[in-house]
């Protein structure tokens, strides 16, 4: 089957850095997307990788190993707006997305 | 722009009732998405469309269709709703292929 993992709940202080990890098992491969959605609200797009290596837009941060199953997402110096949940999603050898249960990121002051 | 458009945001029905959710994109998109958000879950492909005229089952069809008669609109119809359709709906589009999808506000539905 096909199968996203992602942390379910990190917790990080304000003007610190957060890693938030995907790892993946899916049936090909053909992009992987970062979403960020705050509570109530839609996913916004954030990031795509499609080769290795890191991708970086701003504060924020995508790598991907592709040999690896296996994606993060960087956020540096973090703001209280930063609060929300931030989604994995691997395109499949079926050019569909599937997605993570993602991760809720808390920031504490 | 009014990028993509959901209605209703909020909705209560009994089981049984059916109800069509309306979504429409003014940014002449090819590519429409309905997803249904469950907490703790993943987004679920429920149908897509790779254009007017053209609609596929996602992964959870099942209590659900779609039409797609114009680039712009892509309603979902629940026939016969059923307390496991109590959930967040999503619309999206994309310009192509993409992955990068622009979503529209979601609708919260409950059937009791």
């Known amino acids: 089957g096909q199968n996203i993992d992602q942390p379910t709940e990190m917790t990080a202080t304000e003007g610190a850095i957060v890693q938030i990890n995907c790892t993946y098992q899916t049936s090909g491969f053909n992009g992987l997307f970062w979403y960020q959605q705050h509570a109530g609200e839609a996913p916004t797009f954030l990031s795509y990788n499609v080769l290795d290596g890191l991708e970086e837009k701003g504060r924020f941060s995508s790598f991907l190993s592709r040999s690896k199953g296996y994606s993060y997402l960087l956020l540096k110096e973090l703001q209280m707006k930063d609060s929300a949940s931030y989604l994995c999603?691997?395109?499949?050898?079926?050019?569909?997305?599937?997605w993570g249960a993602g991760t809720k990121l808390i920031i504490k002051p | 722009n009014a990028g993509v458009t959901q209605t209703p945001k909020f909705r209560i029905l009994k089981i049984g009732q059916s109800m069509t959710l309306q979504c429409t994109q003014d940014?002449?998109?090819?590519?429409m998405y309905w997803y249904r958000q469950d907490p703790g879950m993943g987004l679920k492909l429920i149908y897509y469309?790779?254009?007017?005229?053209?609609?596929d089952k996602g992964e959870v069809p099942n209590g659900y269709n779609v039409s797609r008669s114009t680039t712009e609109d892509f309603p979902l119809r629940l026939e016969l709703a059923a307390p496991s359709q109590t959930s967040v709906y999503f619309c999206?589009?994309?310009?192509?292929?993409?992955?990068?999808?622009?979503f529209g506000e979601g609708s919260r539905l409950t059937v009791l």
């Open positions: 469309s790779v254009g007017a005229g053209i609609t």
């Open positions: 940014m002449n998109h090819n590519y």
């Open positions: 999603a691997v395109k499949d050898s079926n050019y569909q997305l599937i």
């Open positions: 999206a589009s994309a310009l192509g292929d993409t992955g990068e999808l622009f």
